[in-house]
């Protein structure tokens, strides 16, 4: 997976992150946030240095906040949608 991900890196394209799905040997996926910085020498990109910090938790609180705020809005919408309905009905 490393490899197909670092097609077109070079010095000009420099540091950046990432957030990726990874399975582990027990084959859970986990989300990483992986951040990546070339080490350049003469023009030409000698090493890359990479971090990787688990993100599950921080992901899986923000999935349940957009689902509650989608559940959130369908009832917002539910309502519109009887009031208009009743108004029509009048």
């Known amino acids: 997976m490393l490899d197909a991900s670092r097609e077109g890196f ?3 394209f420099g540091r950046g992150s ?3 799905r990874l399975r582990g040997k027990e084959g859970i996926c986990r989300w990483f946030l992986a951040r990546y910085d070339p080490l350049v020498e003469e023009g030409r990109v000698r090493r890359w240095y990479m971090s990787a910090t ?3 938790s921080g ?3 923000e999935e349940e906040r957009v689902r509650k705020e989608n559940v959130r809005m369908l009832n917002i919408l539910g309502g519109i949608q009887l ?3 009743a108004c029509l009905l009048d």
């Open 10 to 12: 070079g010095p000009s």
């Open 18 to 20: 990432a957030e990726a």
């Open 54 to 56: 688990e993100i599950e």
């Open 59 to 61: 992901k899986q609180e």
């Open 83 to 85: 009031r208009f309905g």
